[in-house]
Nanobody, 125 residues
Framework: QVQLVESGGGLVQAGGSLRLSCAAS????????MGWFRQAPGKEREFAAA????????YYSDSVKGRFTISRDNAKNTVYLQMNSLKPEDTAVYYC??????????????????WGQGTQVTVSS
């Protein structure tokens, strides 16, 4: 079993940056692909980014591509989401999640087994 705890959210002005972290417990962390999803008020949860178990492959939604970077440090059991050039429409609760396949290709939250509690990101205009 994997437990996930996100941190790093907050309030930032448009154009600013934030780095989210997701700390995982469990020795099997390095076998999981990891994803970041987000949910804005009144909207459905959506995929933002994912990274394979080794970090060799990354995937992004069109809405964040070129602005967000996902990375991981398996020695620290942590995955990161560097968010640059933030826009008001990036305002959401951000969740990290673990994909047991290890590949990270799925953008469907139903394929992710474990979820963190979420961290709020608010971008002011």
């Amino acid at each position: 079993q994997v437990q996930l705890v996100e941190s790093g959210g907050g309030l930032v002005q448009a154009g600013g940056s934030l780095r989210l972290s997701c700390a995982a417990s469990g020795r099997t962390f390095r076998s999981y692909a990891m994803g970041w999803f987000r949910q804005a008020p009144g909207k459905e949860r959506e995929f933002a980014a994912a990274i394979s178990w080794s970090g060799a492959n990354t995937y992004y939604s069109d809405s964040v591509k070129g602005r967000f970077t996902i990375s991981r440090d398996n020695a620290k059991n942590t995955v990161y989401l560097q968010m640059n050039s933030l826009k008001p429409e990036d305002t959401a609760v951000y969740y990290c999640a673990a994909d047991p396949t290890g590949w990270g290709r799925s953008r469907d939250g139903a394929d992710y087994d474990y979820w963190g509690q979420g961290t709020q990101v608010t971008v002011s205009s």
